[in-house]
């Protein structure tokens, strides 16, 4: 849920930015074919710009995830020693 979460509070963020750019295409185009070139190329890079922010923050969110999964395979991992510890204490004590 946290990953959809992320996704979905990223793309409401993106979204005023991509119809900013969007409406200055639009505007740049009936002015000057050159000046619609640049202003595209602007909201181009704009756009690859949060796409970077996205995919730094995306990266970023799996890092965590793998990490609390490692850490929770590991505890796992313990429990199950202490499991068998425990288990053959209770064998040791029923074969004296």
Known sequence: ????????SLLVVLS????AAQQSQAKAAQADPA??????????QGEAKA??????QLKAR??????????????LDDRDRKI???????????KP
Do not use: F, G, Y
């Open 1 to 8: 849920m946290n990953h959809r979460a992320a996704i979905a």
């Open 16 to 19: 005023p930015l991509a119809s």
């Open 35 to 44: 000046a619609a070139t640049r202003a595209k190329v602007a909201a181009v």
């Open 51 to 56: 796409e970077d922010v996205n995919v730094r």
């Open 62 to 75: 799996v890092d965590a995830l793998e990490s609390d999964s490692k850490a929770a395979s590991r505890q």
């Open 84 to 94: 068998a510890e425990l288990e053959r204490q209770l064998d040791a004590q029923r």
